[in-house]
């Protein structure tokens, strides 16, 4: 329970909806620039080459201008997916100890939990599953090991290998 009360506070339910819908609209506005930009016609006497710069320039501001706007907005979402994180980890510890399994974790209820993995939802993950709708399940659960690289941040995963009960020792 320490580990779990040294978390920055939970955001509220509100603030987790209007970040989830900052990104999606970040989304949706940032297509219509992307189309936009490349909509744009050349003149006569511009090079080729100096165009697509031009245009990939224009690409890259608008993805720069959408991080910095979508920064404090993922930053939350991962708090929550955090505080998701471990609230599932202390159920499971508790139902480890409530049936009675918790110190030998030699039963196969107990081993049914021991590997599973969990991605969390950070920036990529995050904003990728609100674009796409994706049925994944990606970004549904946190965790914090092993780093995937991504473009907006990136996503971790952690295999949980150890005993329930040692994660029960830890809370």
């Known amino acids: 329970m320490k580990i779990h009360r040294s978390l920055p506070v939970r955001p509220g339910i509100d603030e987790v909806e209007a ?3 900052l990104i999606l609209n970040l989304e949706k506005e940032d297509q ?3 189309e936009s930009i490349g909509k744009q016609s050349k003149g006569n006497d511009v090079p080729d080459e100096l165009f697509m710069i031009l245009q990939e320039m224009q690409k ?3 993805c720069f201008q959408s991080n910095e706007q979508k920064r404090e907005a993922l930053k939350l979402l ?3 997916n955090v505080h998701s994180l471990f609230d599932e980890l202390i159920q499971r510890a508790s139902d480890c100890v409530s049936t009675g399994s918790g110190g030998g974790g030699g039963s196969s209820t107990g081993s049914d939990f021991r590997k599973i993995s969990y991605s969390n939802g950070s920036a990529s993950t995050v ?3 609100f674009s796409k709708n994706s049925a994944s399940g990606s970004g549904s659960r946190g965790g914090f090991d092993k780093q995937v690289p991504s473009i ?3 996503s971790s995963l ?3 290998d ?3 009960s040692a994660k029960a020792s830890e809370l």
Do not use: M, R, W, Y
């Open 19 to 21: 970040a989830k819908g």
């Open 162 to 164: 150890k005993e329930v």
């Open 158 to 160: 952690v295999h949980v």
């Open 32 to 34: 219509i620039k992307f």
């Open 78 to 80: 991962d708090l929550e």
């Open 152 to 154: 907006v941040a990136s």
């Open 127 to 129: 904003s990728t599953n």
């Open 60 to 62: 890259n501001f608008v």
